[in-house]
Structures are given as structure tokens and as C-alpha cells.
């Protein structure tokens, strides 16, 4: 559902990479409707509640998309 691509940046001469933010992208799709929702947090941050909170954010959305027959077909 999401992917994590965090940033990447340079200490000195080494090549391992430190996290600096956290980004997030998920989608949800209900037929012809696609929502699409990112998150930018930066340190100090807490992945497993971005997640969660991404997660939580999808279904609502899903829901509602559902309740109100968002993304059917009109034809």
C-alpha cells in the first residue's frame, strides 16, 4: 500500500545514507476513482504511527468513496 523513500545524504566519506525524512505515498482505488494521499515528516518521526496513520486515512477515505458511490461507472 506504501512505500518508504527516504532521504538520502552524505557524511564525510561515508556511503551509507542517513534518514533525514520520512515519505510516504499511498493510493486507494474504488472503480474509476483513485485517491492518492503523501506524507513528508520530518526527524524526529515515528514510522509505525505514519503508517498507521496512513493506513487509517486510506480507509476513511475508502468509505466514504463507497458510501457515496464515488468511482462508479455513470454510463
Sequence with gaps: ??????????????????????????FVQNGALFEVVNLVDPKPYDEQQAVRGMTATLGRLSAHAREKNAGDDAS
Design 1 to 26: 500500500m506504501s512505500r518508504r523513500f527516504p532521504a538520502r545524504t552524505r557524511r564525510g566519506s561515508s556511503s551509507r545514507p542517513r534518514r533525514t525524512r520520512l515519505y510516504l505515498t499511498g
